[in-house]
């Protein structure tokens, strides 16, 4: 819904430009999702005292696995830590509802997890793009496409089916 005062023309473009921080967003933490887990990392493995032959037939097993995960690049490792570096000029408030939405939780959870509709909360979301915005434009250090190509596609692919729905 246009404001009085403001050219829909202006209210498209901000609206892009949103879209594609929440983009770059996304594509920053699917990096970080990515990322390959250390040792003190990884959930603790649970044994039984009285399943000797059973624990061996685990570990047999799951050496032969190849792992399926796919290892960032170190530019998309870069660009995931400017974007985070950038997420740390919000405010508390603001950055937990951004990152919120670029993890895609609904905003009916949101809702009950910060007790506040989801208009309020929709505003709160693009005051914190904006100011986010502003961070990138001031550090100058974030490039446009910070996505590798087959990301960015799968990332357009799911939003437009998002908005056919």
């Known amino acids: ?12 473009t901000e609206t892009a430009k949103l879209n594609e921080m929440r983009t770059h967003l996304e594509g920053a933490l699917t990096t970080l999702k990515l990322m390959p887990l250390g040792n003190k990392d990884q959930p603790l493995r649970v044994k039984s005292s009285w399943g000797g032959f059973h624990q061996t037939a685990v570990l047999s097993v799951s050496s032969h696995r190849r792992p399926l995960r796919h290892k960032p690049s170190p530019d998309e490792i870069n660009t995931m830590e400017q974007w985070l570096d950038a997420l740390l000029g919000l405010p508390d408030d603001e950055r937990r509802i951004v990152v919120a939405r670029a993890c895609r939780i609904p905003w009916r959870r949101l809702e009950e997890m910060n007790g506040r509709s989801h208009t309020t909360l929709r505003k709160v979301e693009r005051l914190g793009l904006l100011k986010l915005s502003a961070i990138i434009n ?28």
């Not at 819904?1 to 498209?12: A, D, R, S, V, W």
């Open 138 to 165: 001031d550090q100058g250090r974030v490039p446009p496409t910070g996505l590798s190509s087959m990301r960015s596609r799968r990332l357009t692919e799911s939003s437009s089916r998002q908005k056919l729905s």
């Open 1 to 12: 819904m246009p404001y009085k005062n403001e050219n829909p023309k202006m209210i498209g």
